[in-house]
């Protein structure tokens, strides 16, 4: 059975606060996603990894990093919360030449 | 103009009675297309995907392309209260590496 977990579902953190989001798979996937999710927009791409140690931006970078040391653990980070990074993270992990994304549970995030 | 269009909803139907779900991409260079589910504080979970023009049937779930109007579409036969749920939209595209856009989501209510 396909397993993507997060480290947190509820995460309350301070402005200005570093926030570590970590993600694991178990299914030895190439490709890992980080999505933010907000009411009305949709899941938005923030960063992506097809291998250990290379990240591609996404469409909402700004504000974030991520980290990729393994094979199957995909951080990110926010350097310095704010108030508008409060959302709903997803993070996804994705086999080469599949199509299926799997996604883990989500972190509710609320940066005060 | 979004580069995946959904209505918002929410779609409501009676129990029993076909759901359509509708959805529009703005890149013509989209190569796959896939429709994902999602249950109140749950995480997307794929459900149909399609490749070519035409229909696509999996059980009660039948997906339709059409390459050429842009346009994607999902039908749910026999709708159940547990069809409830949002359903997200999604398009593959190449740039610069395989990337999915997704849709805002359908809310769908499905009445006993």
């Known amino acids: 059975d396909v397993k993507v977990t997060q480290s947190s579902r509820y995460l309350v953190k301070r402005t200005g606060e570093k926030v570590f989001l970590e993600c694991v798979q178990d299914?030895?996937?190439?490709?890992m996603f980080w999505y933010r999710q907000d009411p009305g927009l949709g899941l938005r791409l923030i960063y992506f990894s097809y291998d250990v140690k290379m990240k591609e931006k996404g469409d909402i970078p700004e504000g974030y990093s991520v980290s990729r040391e393994k094979k199957e653990r995909f951080s990110l980070i926010l350097e310095s919360a704010s108030t508008n990074q409060t959302s709903m993270y997803l993070c996804a992990s994705r086999g080469q030449g599949t199509d299926t994304q799997y996604f883990g549970p989500g972190t509710r995030l609320t940066v005060l | 103009q979004k580069e995946v269009e959904q209505n918002s909803g929410p779609l409501s139907v009676p129990e029993g009675a076909i759901a359509s779900l509708n959805c529009t991409y703005s890149d013509r260079g989209s190569q796959s297309f896939f429709w994902y589910r999602q249950y109140s504080g749950k995480s997307p979970e794929l459900i149909m995907s399609?490749?070519?023009?035409g229909d696509k049937e999996d059980g009660r779930f039948t997906a339709q392309l059409n390459k050429a109007s842009q346009y994607v579409s999902l039908l749910i036969r026999d709708s159940q209260p547990s069809d409830s749920a949002t359903y997200l939209c999604?398009?593959?595209?190449?740039?610069?590496?395989?990337?999915?856009?997704f849709g805002a989501g359908t809310r769908l209510f499905v009445k006993a």
């Open positions: 999604a398009v593959a595209v190449l740039a610069g590496g395989f990337k999915t856009i």
């Open positions: 399609i490749y070519s023009n």
């Open positions: 299914m030895d996937h190439e490709n």
